[in-house]
């Protein structure tokens, strides 16, 4: 597994629907699932067959992660996690990363330390080892240079953090739609 970390799941209390636009447009609504416990273990078989998810997460704020672990429990989006928390370190893992250990969808903030998000986002979107990797850039900025930017290296979705927990719980629907994309294609 590397240095992904398992993370097991259950459900959260429902919310309004969210809504996200992708970079051709496509509005995208989401609505939280009725709310019910799930077994929080995953089995090591599902982890060995790559039943679960990995996913990058790049982000320097410790209260966001925990937000989107929750939103991705809250959607049943059985996962392995590694999080970066600079830009640096983040540019150094698309120099060295193989294919081996290619997420399957890669989270990043605009607003990290010690390099922009959008450099980051130009790194891993041109990383031989990362092409298959859906790429989301999630932002508490409201800057539309900024998105266009974005969607002109070619990232999957854009995203602006919500300030309402259950608009951010919501984000689980939409990344795993993306996985969900992304293991059909």
């Known amino acids: 597994m590397g240095d992904f970390e398992v993370q097991g799941f259950a459900r959260e209390a429902p919310a309004a629907p ?26 090591p078989v599902a982890i060995q067959q790559r039943e679960i998810s990995r996913l990058l997460v790049v982000e320097d704020n410790p209260t966001d992660i925990r937000m989107l672990q929750r939103a991705l429990r809250a959607h ?7 999080v970066i928390s600079d830009g640096e370190q983040a540019m150094e893992y698309a120099e060295t990363c193989a294919g081996d250990c290619s997420p399957d969808l890669i989270v990043i903030d605009l607003n990290l330390p010690r390099q922009h998000g959008l450099e980051v986002l130009r ?7 990362l092409v298959g990797s859906r790429i989301v850039i999630w932002t508490s900025s409201m800057s539309e240079g900024e998105q266009r930017r974005a969607e002109l ?12 927990i259950d608009d951010f719980i919501a984000i689980g629907c939409i990344i795993s739609d993306l996985l969900r994309a992304r293991a059909e294609s």
Do not use: W
Not at 76 to 82: K, L
Not at 153 to 164: A, E, H, L, N, S
């Open 18 to 43: 969210l809504e996200s636009v992708s970079p051709n447009g496509i509005k995208h609504a989401c609505e939280l699932p009725e709310p019910h416990t799930v077994s929080p273990f995953l089995s």
């Open 76 to 82: 049943e989006v059985r996962h392995e996690m590694r």
């Open 123 to 129: 790194k891993f979107r041109f990383a031989p080892a």
């Open 153 to 164: 290296i070619g990232v999957d979705r854009y995203i602006r953090k919500p300030m309402q």
